[in-house]
T-cell receptor, first 117, second 109 residues
Framework: GAVVSQHPSRVICKSGTSVKIECRSL??????MFWYRQFPKQSLMLMAT?????????EQGVEKDKFLINHASLTLSTLTVTSAHPEDSSFYIC?????????????FGPGTRLTVT | KQEVTQIPAALSVPEGENLVLNCSFT??????LQWFRQDPGKGLTSLLL?????REQTSGRLNASLDKSSGRSTLYIAASQPGDSATYLC????????FGAGTRLTVKP
């Protein structure tokens, strides 16, 4: 299957700093990528849809000025958590959408665990 | 708004038992439905993907069905093994994916 990578896999940062997470589709081009968040003992929640070359679409309740998304190429989307606070500590997972004439499927990255101290 | 519900929330069975996990969704306008496995502290492992036009998919000991009209899917695991212990997530695609809360499965030796 298609491979999606995330970097870093773990990050610890201090409150008030910003953190950038990268999501790459390694063997296919993805016009659309998605960002999800998973708090401990909870399921994944869609944060935003990232479209190459255009502004991201954020889900209700997700602050677009806090979670900056850039999808500058067909293989890379980045999520920047600005002015991070302890409540932003979570597991962030991206997915990249593979599209063909036969089917569409989202392939998920391995996730990034963010801890804000 | 699409809501995805999974029942039961947790399940503990002895090794070798066949089991069924249930998933329901409120809006039948889905593109596809996917079952995932998630081990503690890890990412997602895709198990089965069912397109909206399909009724079921099989992979090894796993079989997933989809009834779009009733908003239901089941994941059948045959001859369960301790290595099957994990959280199983159901998700429907409507643009992005909407996930259920998961079923935490424990298979005891």
């Amino acid at each position: 299957g298609a491979v999606v990578s995330q970097h870093p896999s773990r990050v610890i940062c201090k409150s008030g700093t910003s953190v950038k997470i990268e999501c790459r589709s390694l063997d296919f081009q993805a016009t659309t990528m998605f960002w999800y968040r998973q708090f401990p003992k909870q399921s994944l929640m869609l944060m935003a849809t990232s479209n190459e070359g255009s502004k991201a679409t954020y889900e209700q309740g997700v602050e677009k000025d806090k979670f900056l998304i850039n999808h500058a190429s067909l293989t890379l989307s980045t999520l920047t958590v600005t002015s991070a606070h302890p409540e932003d500590s979570s597991f962030y997972i991206c997915s990249a959408q593979y599209t063909s004439s036969v089917w569409d499927e989202q392939y998920f990255g391995p996730g990034t665990r963010l801890t804000v101290t | 708004k699409q809501e995805v519900t999974q029942i039961p929330a947790a399940l503990s069975v002895p090794e070798g038992e066949n089991l069924v996990l249930n998933c329901s969704f409120t809006d039948s306008a889905i593109y596809n439905l996917q079952w995932f496995r998630q081990d503690p502290g890890k990412g997602l492992t895709s198990l089965l993907l069912i397109q909206s036009s399909q009724r079921e998919q099989t992979s090894g000991r796993l079989n997933a069905s989809l009834d779009k009209s009733s908003g239901r899917s089941t994941l059948y695991i045959a001859a369960s093994q301790p290595g099957d212990s994990a959280t199983y997530l159901c998700a429907v695609t409507v643009g992005g994916m909407r996930f259920g809360a998961g079923t935490r499965l424990t298979v005891k030796p």
